[in-house]
């Protein structure tokens, strides 16, 4: 009987434990969808190339995320989709475009992408199972971020992206 109750402890434990995020990471709740990640992790290392990244920028009066609200006031309904396809839109087209002649960034920005990768596979399961539903505001928010993008070359376009992903990661952590 002991032998009984040690287990249910050691099982009730474990449960609890699994529910936890992991060392570093933080559930987000994107409507129906719950995704946990370490946005430290990522902060971190972008703030090791944010500098290189954002030296590389030429065009400073445009912005790929922060036009006209293009993150702004997004409903709550909305916001797994549209982190859905931001997650997306930065594996995709963003990153695949990020090389430099610098080793250091490059493992950076590799380790950053890596990051993003395990998150759009989560949100990609939730948006599967039907938990993310797209209303006409976000893929409008989307296309508008899209269209951002594509008016700069690629490579610009990529370098500019990579260097606005505080405002992402600002959005998805000030978000209720």
């Given at each position: 009987?002991?032998?009984?109750?040690?287990?249910?402890?050691?099982?009730?434990?474990?449960?609890?434990?699994?529910?936890?995020?992991?060392?570093?990471?933080?559930?987000?709740?994107?409507?129906?969808?719950?995704?946990?990640?370490?946005?430290?992790?990522?902060?971190?290392?972008?703030?090791?190339?944010?500098?290189?990244?954002?030296?590389?920028?030429?065009?400073?009066?445009?912005?790929?995320?922060?036009?006209?609200?293009?993150?702004?006031?997004?409903?709550?309904?909305?916001r797994c989709c549209i982190t859905h396809?931001?997650?997306?839109?930065?594996?995709?087209?963003?990153?695949?475009?990020?090389?430099?002649?610098?080793?250091?960034?490059?493992?950076?920005?590799?380790?950053?992408?890596?990051?993003?990768?395990?998150?759009?596979?989560?949100?990609?399961?939730?948006?599967?199972?039907?938990?993310?539903?797209?209303?006409?505001?976000?893929?409008?928010?989307?296309?508008?971020?899209?269209?951002?993008?594509?008016?700069?070359?690629?490579?610009?376009?990529?370098?500019?992206?990579?260097?606005?992903?505080?405002?992402?990661?600002?959005?998805?952590?000030?978000?209720?």
């Open positions: 009987m002991k032998g009984f109750h040690l287990f249910l402890c050691l099982f009730s434990m474990l449960s609890w434990l699994n529910l936890m995020p992991t060392a570093g990471n933080k559930i987000f709740h994107f409507g129906p969808c719950r995704v946990s990640m370490s946005v430290t992790e990522i902060r971190s290392g972008f703030a090791a190339i944010r500098g290189n990244i954002q030296s590389r920028d030429p065009i400073r009066t445009l912005s790929i995320l922060s036009y006209p609200h293009s993150l702004h006031k997004v409903k709550s309904s909305d396809h931001l997650f997306n839109f930065y594996v995709d087209k963003v990153f695949k475009h990020c090389k430099t002649e610098d080793s250091y960034v490059n493992r950076k920005i590799s380790s950053i992408a890596n990051s993003f990768l395990s998150v759009k596979r989560k949100l990609g399961q939730c948006h599967e199972q039907n938990k993310c539903m797209c209303g006409q505001e976000s893929a409008e928010k989307f296309k508008q971020v899209l269209a951002n993008y594509e008016g700069l070359n690629v490579t610009s376009a990529a370098m500019k992206s990579l260097g606005e992903l505080d405002i992402l990661l600002d959005w998805m952590e000030k978000s209720p």
